[in-house]
Structures are given as C-alpha cells and as structure tokens.
C-alpha cells in the first residue's frame, strides 16, 4: 500500500498461517507474493545483489543485522554507498522473519505529514501511528532543514519507539556534528542524536570504505 512517498505494509501476513492475516487481500497480489516480499519494495532495491554492493559495512548489514527485538539501526555516510539497499535488505529480512506491520517514510513526506497533520487536525492520529508501527524506516535524515515543530515530532516517535522496543531504521549522508548543523534548535537536536547513541546500532561509511575488505 502506497500514499505517495510513504510505504505501509499489511497487519501480519504468514503463507503457512492465514488467520494471521487481518487485512483484506488486495487483488493485485498473488497469497505468494504477499508473503516472500514486503509489500511496496521499490523494484529497484527488490532486484538487489548484495555481493555487488560496493561498501563491504553495508553488505555485512544487509546480510548479517538482525537485532530488531531490542535494537535500532542508523545508517551514516556518504552517498552511493549502498545504505538504502541495506536498509531496504534489513526490512525484507524482517518482513520474512516476522509478516509484521512495515512504513517507509522519507523526510520530505514525514514534514509534510506533519504539516499537513495540524491543517487537517489529525496530527496526533499521524504521530501515534509512527510511534506505534511495528517497524518502521525513515529514509534521509537531515535532507530537509529540521525546524522545531518537525524536530518535536520526530524526538517524539524516536523516543516512544525506542523505550518500547520497537525497531527503527534511519539512513542519512550525516554524521553526528553535522547533522546536528541541520537543527533549530540545537538542544533538542543533541537529544535525539543522544538517543541515536544509547538505542541505535550505527554504521557509518565513507569512499575510504568502498570494496575495502
């Protein structure tokens, strides 16, 4: 299921299972389909190869990062290094281990959601269904300049999410410094880098890391 630049997935789907499933079937899916790929995969990160990745870290988290019961992941580095894929694997490697509730947002549509979200009086109905997700990943961190109400909102899902256990991914082209360069409010931005530290699994690359086994 798609809302332009936002991806949500079914409740719980399982091949073997079906009264696991509590959604109605969308016909444009096979029961197979449903079941071995996450339901709005971008086709081109669906076709990954992950031995042709370039960065050997992220192939390792593409292939190896499972820690999703209790850990968060971030994603940092420069551009073409192969994070989303990696992302995008560590989402297919739970959807086939769990068949639960997924949401891909980018930063762009998570400001626009928000802003939208007051105009439309259902800005907490918004929020609450990111902190609640089962799992969700939000894509280029730091892109758009991070105001206060954004920042708020963000810090909120983050860390909602992060005491409940509930996995996170997040990619973006910034380390620790210089995404907190992207805030308005400074102090708000150390804290949420602060729960980036304590709840996270971070992998930072640059070129110096690509094919350097």
């Known amino acids: 299921m798609t809302d332009g ?3 949500v997935w ?25 079941a071995l790929e996450p339901i709005g995969m971008p086709p ?26 209790n ?19 560590v989402s297919r490697n739970y959807w086939k281990s769990q068949y639960r509730k997924q949401m891909f947002i980018n930063m762009r549509k998570f400001e626009q959601n928000i802003e939208e979200g007051f105009s ?12 609640n997700v089962p799992f969700l990943y939000i894509d280029d961190l730091g892109k758009e300049k991070m105001t206060a109400r954004i920042a708020c909102d963000l ?13 996170t991914i997040i990619t973006t082209n910034f380390n620790s410094s210089s995404l907190l360069q992207r805030f308005d ?4 931005g150390a804290a949420l880098i602060g729960r980036f530290k304590d709840f996270f699994d971070i992998v930072g690359a640059t070129k110096k890391d690509e094919n350097n086994s």
């Not at 439309?120 to 902190?131: A, E, G, P, S």
């Not at 810090?155 to 996995?167: H, Q």
Request: contains cysteine; hydrophobic residues 35%; proline residues 5%.
């Open 120 to 131: 439309k009086f259902n800005h907490n109905q918004l929020v609450t269904h990111m902190v």
């Open 71 to 89: 850990r968060s992941l971030l994603l940092h580095g420069t551009s073409r290094l192969g994070k989303s894929r990696a992302a995008w694997e």
């Open 10 to 34: 079914p409740d719980w789907f399982c091949f073997f299972c079906k009264d696991k499933y509590g959604e109605i079937k969308d016909p444009r899916y096979t029961r197979l389909e449903w």
């Open 185 to 188: 409010d400074q102090e708000l």
């Open 5 to 7: 630049d936002s991806i």
């Open 155 to 167: 810090f909120a899902v983050i860390d909602e999410r992060t005491i409940n256990y509930r996995p």
């Open 44 to 69: 081109v990160f669906q076709d990954t190869i992950i031995d042709k990745m370039p960065c050997p870290k992220m192939r390792d988290v593409a292939t190896n990062w499972k820690s999703w019961n």
